[in-house]
């Protein structure tokens, strides 16, 4: 009996090699907010306000750090001592590791911690506290990670609904405002549509080329040449109409001024930075690392979405009056210029990509942080006139706000100059001179919104000039001390790296994306 | 005096930037100390300048000076490359002068809405991109500083503008933004497609110098043209050239007076310098090809402008068409591609923006003490105010060209030089150019006097009679404008000085230097020329 106990089952279900240091990051944010979900449901009375936030904001930092002797390692080249240096898969070569996606891993965490910092008095000013919103996030960021990644269509789906449901939550999540319920419906219905177009597309690519996984996926494009292409034609276009979705590229845009208005402002600073970041991860992953080989038949077709999206991000700015909306289209505007990296397809237009996604992501969330602060409670008075007179009664916010806002124009001494020529250089040493072109020149459209709303903020106002409202205005909206933090760590970014791009640039670099096989 | 002087143009040019930090640091209600802190800062780095002036070794004046070289972005090869030579030199002494000057004119009269502490700080962030400008050797440098320049002057005119102030800033910020976009797209196209290893650098490089001296004579020429049509756009809204030029006449009549003297002393000399230092050096054929289109722009804005003024009735903004026509005259000179025509092109931004920053001075005084700038209603102000009306004739004199002030010299070479233009260049078109800039100046004395007899002369109108505000000439005024009146006399008396010291320079960066044997292209038949061009091309690729 024991004998045969002892003897190990011949048909064993096999199990994947697991290679747990490469899945650390992720199992921290996940497995974080897991367990921050069962603490609160388990001890509720016995926790105190202030936990939930500081928990979120040491995973988050905890995730960073445990992605820094990551990236030494995938970014370091394979040596006699450290064989295992470089980009590495696991799982099955589902899950890759290389400085593309602990990248991402990083700014993910960033993300994480300022939004929570930025939550923290949001939820408690709106009087609608709890563990839910940092849980959601984690979750949300966590899904992220994965999407950037992905090594096979599946798990990049997994990813893509882990983030998104989280987010359709969140976009809702002001329940007593009908505006935030509108937003999460909206987001919700319009982006199920979108994930299951992505679907149908994975399931199109996989018809076509036998296989999910990136790896064999690439393999057999750069080996096999298909005489019928039109299936895998079809996938690409589903995809890509899934990808756009989420980046918020036009035509796929509409959602964006709706969700963003209405969507409890911190909340859009993350979809703003983390959820654009995860699905322009996503479309590098895909479409220049695995669709490589057939970039001449997706260029033209990202080509053509880039200036859409451009124009369209910058002109239609021009006639809103909402602040949430102008930031809306900005954001659609700066997902053109992303795509104009991306439509690069180099290594060089990849890290492009990566460097104005970082720089987006600390101006988009510093910008969102004084909205937020200056709009006052309910979320309802953001207005152009509402915040009028800002920069004179909150002089701190306002000239914050400036930073940011100069930074999303592309001016000097900030990162998002670097962040804009970068790409555009992208696109000039692609020879698409016609869309750098096209890019500059949206950029100056674009830069009148972001004046109008400068001129509101310094100019404007008059009416309040009256010395005891203006004391009013000043004791309404305290900074508290979590917004105070994100706003010195991003103004202090977007001027650093205004000044001296070169460290995130080189990170950028480094970060080139790479399937492995594991 | 022997020392490393590596850093003398870097901490000129960052003085007024950490003084504009003082000033910002200094809180609001120690106005005094904001405004000493302000003007100090300013003669500090004028007193570098002096210095500057005396040590730059005037026999070398072609070759760049006090050169530094530092690492910047090293991933695209974008250095902090600085330096100095005969060219941008006035520039930089035009500047450190202008910028004292108007702080002190500032100091006596505040524009509303007051807040010295914001207006100085703008003011000397505004100093510091106009010297990083004169100075950058590196495209993306230069690039930067030319567009930090916008934001100190945008708030300027939105601030502390005139009624119309609005649109005026939101115009200038996005006329010359459009511009920049495209310049940059060039710059970009140039660091692509140059070949920096032919004169020892790497192979894509934004180094003006090695741009300049000859990485570009592999580009396509039709590339080469459209590179420079982007960089023309660029620095053609800044100057501003005739179909680019509508944002000038709002943000002259609508900024303060400080933001008018500045913006026609020094701002509106980064376009024309543009054009001397980046577009015509690094593409000479595409120069050569572009020129008589720019020549004709040129003398279309000198008619433009002059006709413009004559049909205004707002003193400032008739001074602000005057600088469209009077940079057609500096644009016309830099089009002929010689020597002559560019020296005189240098000598006419330096006089224009002494005069022209000396009218917008007036402007600006009669406005404060007449509350109007509408010349229907001003007068006899020889008769309420003789020492301002005296020296409102004398700019306008040496404005209109009189011989023996400094305007002279920019717009009688000018004209000259499209006598004899570049043999490269069509010569009858230029001489045809060159009939109608001169009864350009016909005009120009024609809205000058008129301007003058407007103001300066009859009897003061009846509301102005007796009013205690017309004062003379206050003495915070006379010491802001005493140093610019000396120097237009000085300079339209001897003008040698300037003349000699841009010369080599301009001289160098017409030359096409590559691989040792300088073929003077340009000075070739237009067939030969644009044939020794492509002779050079077929060299370089020869030579792989």
Request: glycine share 8%; aromatic share 12%.
């Amino acid at each position: 009996m024991l004998n045969i106990l002892a003897q190990p089952p011949t048909d064993a279900i096999p199990t994947p090699d697991v290679a747990w240091s490469g899945l650390m990051p992720l199992l921290i944010l996940s497995g974080g907010a897991v367990l921050l979900l069962t603490i609160v449901s388990l001890a509720k009375d016995f926790i105190p306000r202030w936990f939930t936030p500081i928990y979120t904001v040491l995973i988050g930092i905890a995730t960073g750090v445990a992605a820094i002797p990551l990236w030494l390692r995938v970014t370091d080249t394979p040596s006699a001592a450290d064989p295992n240096n470089g980009p590495f898969a696991t799982l099955d070569s589902s899950f890759g590791v290389d400085g593309f996606s602990v990248f991402f891993t990083m700014l993910f965490a960033a993300v994480v911690v300022l939004v929570a910092l930025l939550a923290n008095d949001y939820l408690r000013r709106e009087d609608i506290d709890g563990p839910e919103f940092y849980v959601l996030m984690m979750l949300s960021a966590s899904g992220g990670i994965v999407m950037a990644s992905a090594n096979d269509l599946i798990v990049m789906f997994l990813g893509l609904e882990i983030l998104s449901i989280a987010v359709y939550v969140m976009a809702a999540m002001h329940s007593r405002r009908i505006e935030s319920q509108e937003a999460g419906m909206k987001y919700f219905v319009l982006g199920a549509l979108s994930s299951a177009v992505f679907l149908y597309g994975i399931a199109l690519t996989y018809g076509a080329t036998g296989s999910t996984n990136l790896v064999e996926i690439r393999e057999f494009l750069s080996n096999v040449i298909l005489l019928n292409d039109a299936l895998l034609l079809a996938g690409f276009a589903l995809l890509l109409v899934g990808f756009g979705f989420k980046v918020a590229a036009v035509p796929f845009h509409s959602w964006t001024p709706d969700v963003y208005q209405g969507a409890p402002t911190p909340v859009v600073g993350f979809m703003a930075s983390a959820v654009k970041a995860a699905a322009f991860a996503g479309m590098l992953r895909v479409f220049w690392l695995t669709f490589g080989s057939y970039r001449t038949d997706w260029q033209p077709v990202i080509y053509g979405l880039a200036i859409a999206t451009l124009l369209v991000g910058s002109f239609v700015a021009i006639v809103q009056t909402d602040v949430k909306r102008m930031l809306a289209y900005s954001s659609i505007s700066h997902a053109g210029y992303l795509l104009v990296g991306v439509q690069a397809a180099t290594n060089e237009g990849t890290a492009t990509v990566l460097f104005y996604l970082a720089a987006y992501a600390f101006m988009v969330i510093g910008s969102f942080t004084v909205i937020t602060l200056a709009t006052g409670p309910g979320d309802a008075k953001t207005s152009l006139t509402d915040i009028a007179g800002l920069a004179r009664t909150r002089p701190v916010l306002g000239i914050a706000l400036t930073v940011f806002l100069l930074g999303q124009a592309g001016v000097p001494f900030t990162s998002g100059f670097f962040a804009k020529f970068y790409v555009i250089s992208a696109a000039a040493d692609a020879n698409s001179y016609g869309l750098a072109i096209v890019a500059m020149l949206a950029a100056v459209v674009a830069a009148f919104l972001y004046l109008r709303i400068m001129m509101a903020i310094w100019l404007d106002g008059d009416e309040v000039a009256d010395p005891t409202e203006l004391a009013a205005a000043k004791a309404g909206i305290p900074v508290p001390w979590g917004a105070a933090v994100v706003l010195v760590v991003t103004v202090g970014f977007t001027l650093v790296f205004g000044l001296w791009p070169e460290p995130m640039i080189e990170m950028a670099r480094d970060a080139v994306p790479a399937l492995a096989i594991g | 005096m022997e020392f490393d002087n590596n850093w003398l143009l870097s901490v000129m040019t960052f003085v007024p930037l950490v003084g504009a930090a003082i000033v910002m640091a200094i809180p609001k209600a120690e106005e005094e100390l904001i405004k000493w802190a302000a003007l100090i800062t300013s003669l500090v780095a004028a007193g570098l300048g002096v210095f500057l002036l005396t040590d730059f070794n005037y026999d070398n004046a072609g070759e760049l000076q006090y050169v530094a070289d530092a690492q910047w972005i090293s991933v695209i090869n974008s250095r902090y490359i600085i330096g100095v030579d005969g060219i941008a030199l006035p520039m930089i002494a035009l500047t450190l002068l202008v910028v004292p000057l108007c702080i002190i004119y500032t100091m006596g009269h505040f524009p509303e809405p007051r807040n010295p502490k914001a207006l100085l700080s703008l003011i000397l962030i505004l100093e510091t991109g106009m010297l990083g400008t004169f100075i950058a050797q590196d495209l993306i440098l230069f690039f930067v500083f030319f567009e930090v320049v916008l934001l100190p002057m945008f708030f300027m005119i939105a601030v502390w503008g005139g009624d119309d102030r609005r649109y005026a800033s939101l115009k200038f910020f996005l006329y010359t933004m459009f511009g920049s976009a495209l310049m940059l797209v060039s710059f970009l196209a140039m660091y692509f497609l140059a070949d920096g290893t032919i004169v020892g650098d790497e192979a894509n490089t934004f180094s003006m110098i090695a741009l300049s001296d000859g990485a570009t004579v592999g580009i396509a020429r039709t590339s080469q043209l459209w590179i420079f049509a982007g960089m023309f756009v660029g620095f053609g809204v800044k100057v501003p050239m005739f179909p680019f030029h509508t944002w000038l006449p709002d943000a002259h009549t609508q900024a303060p007076t400080v933001g008018s003297v500045i913006l026609a002393a020094v701002l509106l000399k980064l376009g024309t310098y543009g054009f001397i230092r980046i577009a015509i050096p690094m593409l000479p054929e595409a120069a050569a090809a572009w020129a008589p289109f720019i020549g004709l722009l040129a003398v279309i804005g000198i008619i433009y402008g002059a006709l413009g003024c004559l049909a205004q009735t707002d003193m400032k903004r008739l001074i602000a068409f005057s600088s469209v026509a009077h940079m057609g005259f500096v644009m016309l000179g830099i089009s002929t591609l010689t020597d002559f025509g560019i020296n005189a092109a240098v000598f006419g931004m330096v006089a224009h923006g002494l005069i022209t920053g000396m009218l917008f001075f007036i402007a600006g005084s009669v406005k404060d003490r007449y509350h109007t700038l509408d010349m229907a209603r001003l007068g006899g102000l020889l008769i309420s105010a003789p020492r301002m009306g005296w020296i409102l004739g004398f700019c306008a004199m040496a404005s209109l060209g009189l011989p023996g002030l400094a305007g002279f010299w920019g717009e009688f070479p000018a004209i000259l030089a499209s006598y004899n233009p570049a043999a490269i260049l069509p010569e009858a078109t230029f001489r045809g150019y060159m009939v109608v800039a001169a009864l350009g100046t016909v005009l120009a004395a024609g809205y000058l006097l008129w301007m003058l007899q407007k103001t300066a002369m009859g009897t003061p109108k009846d509301e102005f009679v007796d009013n205690p505000e017309i004062t003379d000439v206050k003495t915070y005024e006379w010491i802001a404008w005493a140093p610019l009146l000396a120097l237009i006399l000085a300079l339209g008396l001897y003008p040698k000085p300037l003349f000699s010291t841009t010369d080599d320079a301009v001289v160098k960066s017409l030359q096409v230097n590559v691989m040792d044997d300088v073929p003077d292209c340009l000075n070739l038949d237009t067939d030969q020329g644009e044939a020794c061009f492509d002779d050079l091309r077929e060299q370089f690729e020869a030579a792989g």
